[in-house]
């Protein structure tokens, strides 16, 4: 079964505006991690944000957040104020008690000026 | 500060070839990792370790080896490349094992079989 799914495979945004991109995930274990990272169009993989299972907030960095539904195993990400450069690939991972780091097929977004 | 260094970047070899990709870290993490990125799967776990001398598989580890001699260094090997091979590999480590760390990803290896 997939452990993180991503249900968008590409979006359009208009600048300036906000987006947000669907998470779910599927696990049995009470303490696990969840990710979000970019991978723009040069390749690398960059770390966005992190939320833990027992955290009580949503997490936040900058522009990104992370609206945490954990009865829904919901993770999904919000980019405020979209950017030209937020065009990007981006993937939502969770690492459990196994210490793997699962990854969902990732969203494309593309965001117009 | 180099982080995860992956070589080579490009790749390209003929069905039946043997190649070793490699990756090594300098923050003296515990958990190193490999992954194959295709289009619409995202990233899948081929092999990983939790420190020297230990290993394990991953999701798709078919075709491939791995060791890990030093805490710094985790080269994957594939012993007989395969078209199903064709993929854009990342080697990727953590400082340990618990669920709230990151990941630091290399800059990655497309690597061709034909």
């Known amino acids: 079964a997939q452990k993180i799914t991503q249900t968008q495979p590409g979006m359009f945004v208009q600048e300036k505006e906000a987006v947000t991109l669907d998470c779910t995930y599927d696990t049995s274990d009470p303490s696990y991690g969840l990710f979000w990272y970019k991978q723009p169009s040069s390749g690398e993989m960059i770390f966005l944000i992190y939320q833990g299972s027992y955290d009580q907030q949503n997490a936040t960095e900058g522009r990104y957040s992370l609206n945490f539904q954990k009865a829904r195993k919901s993770a999904n990400l919000v980019i405020s104020a979209s950017q030209l450069g937020d065009s990007a690939m981006y993937f939502c991972?969770?690492?459990?008690?196994?210490?793997?780091?699962?990854f969902g097929a990732g969203t494309t977004v593309t965001v117009r000026a | 500060n180099a982080g995860v260094t992956q070589t080579p970047k490009f790749q390209v070899l003929k069905t039946g070839q043997s190649m070793t990709l490699q990756c090594a870290q300098d923050?003296?993490?515990?958990?190193m990792s490999w992954y194959r990125q295709d289009p619409g799967m995202g990233l899948r776990l081929i092999h990983y370790?939790?420190?020297?001398?230990?290993?394990d598989q991953g999701e798709v580890p078919n075709g491939y080896n791995v060791s890990r001699s030093t805490t710094e260094d985790f080269p994957l090997r594939l012993l007989s490349a395969a078209p199903s091979q064709t993929s854009v590999y990342f080697c990727?480590?953590?400082?340990?094992?618990?669920?709230?760390?990151?990941?630091?990803f290399g800059s990655g290896t497309q690597l061709s079989v034909l």
């Open positions: 991972a969770m690492r459990e008690a196994d210490y793997k780091l699962s």
């Open positions: 990727a480590s953590s400082r340990g094992r618990a669920t709230n760390e990151k990941l630091f």
């Open positions: 370790s939790v420190g020297a001398g230990i290993t």
């Open positions: 923050m003296n993490h515990e958990y």
